[in-house]
DNA sequence: CCATTTTCGTTCAAAATCAATCAAAAAAGG
DNA sequence: CCTTTTTTGATTGATTTTGAACGAAAATGG
């Protein structure tokens, strides 16, 4: 045997990762064998769930980790997540030092963000930290309590070792943005993690799709002049609503 | 012949290393010997977990964290670690502070751990600590920067942090088990942790499957009398060994 | 719609590889 | 030097892999 069974179906995995398809007469050329030993180590990896088999060769399993395919259909403003994701990740400049907090809005920046180097992400969202490593972006996770419904680190510790750190640029995830309330969160705690986070950044930045626009939550975190609001375009009166609002509060000052 | 025998075995290692996976005849060629005995290396090499056997030679072992459902398949000391993550579980009592390591050994105590209540689990895993929110378990992430290839949490910060805590019991995963040298890992910086966490622990257990056992890696962790040696049963003589040096070792102290 | 072509799944025998065993060679230890 | 242990290479039957053949199923093209 000239070929290993392993290292043909290698071969098929890295053709498939580069092409999304592969037809089953090219690799009996490529690999030098049988058509029923093709046949055969397409079985066996669709088998294992590498790939999927279809008529004349097989394709890519597009399982994306987990199923968020499930979560995005319900959650009918993802395209709005995604938008201002990706308009968040435009702001960041290299060998910046970067705060991610732990939320979906923030998570969704993630794979917008391969590639950026040299930059340093310091995250208190698990997931996201995970997430992070994966596309080899140097992470800094905090330290402290976990809590188990969002995944996220918060309480006295997170405070603490947050106001050892100083950032470029820091992207937090709000639950309400409004005219006279500011930006508000559910949880106090996670509040107060927030509010840390905006004392020691240069310059702040607060995601919130166009549905927590004029919505209150319980915590204030801060007031609308604190930093930067991104969200997708729509809505322009509101949005001019808001800018006003912040003048308002400058002129005050 | 002994020293042959380990060269051999490093050659193969080698060539493992550079192309990811070797043949059989190719290995007959280089090495100058008979097929028997390449098999028999081989052999001796899967069972001390350093590559995996496949018809017509062997591949490296692939830690990508993949699908556990292969990775079972290929790796036999499975119900090694299930056994001993089951005993080490045994050993928690109510109310007990708990540091546990990052790494598989220790992961896979975890599912063990549901419904012991009113514990405290601190650990540098990332994995672990989402899989322990999971089950409702209060959970102390410590923070620093996160390693992406084993998705653990090392370097000075963690030290420094530990020294701050005091466990009841730790649970520490090692790759090597060894009379002379006692525990060891491959990752000084991890070693630095371990250690940090046996100061901190008034009881300290070591997770090793049989295949850990007589081995050596790089970074030193600690003696064998250090702490608690948890292993599966066989191998009784090994076992007797480690036992004994102990015990010389306590003698001399 | 049907006819033609391509692809698929199954079966089978040949070839390659494997695990187990055994005796010779080499090494170790007195 | 001789005995014991370890390592090696060869042999055997069992297992796995391979390529080819053939009817069934699916795509293609009028």
Known sequence: MK???EERQQKIIRQL???GIVK????VET???????VRRDLQELEDHGKLVRVHGGAKQITTLQSEPGVLEKSSKNVQGKQKIAQLAVQQIKADEIIYLDAGTSTEAMIPFMTGLDSILVVTNGVQLASKLA???IKTYLVGGELKNTTKAIIGADVVETINNFRFNRAFIGVNGVHRKFG??????????V????????ELSYFLADTSKLNEVSFAKIAALNAGVLLTDEHNHETLQQFEQA????EAKR
């Not at 030098?32 to 030993?37: F, L, P, V, Y």
């Not at 930006?183 to 107060?192: G, I, Q, R, S």
């Open 246 to 249: 912040k003048k308002v509060m």
């Open 183 to 192: 930006f508000t969160t559910p949880d106090p705690n996670e509040a107060a």
């Open 17 to 19: 990762n580069e092409n």
């Open 24 to 27: 089953l007469q090219d690799l």
């Open 194 to 201: 927030k509010r840390a986070v905006l004392k020691q950044s």
């Open 3 to 5: 070929v290993l069974t």
């Open 31 to 37: 690999l030098n064998c049988s058509i029923s030993t």
């Open 134 to 136: 994966d596309i080899n």
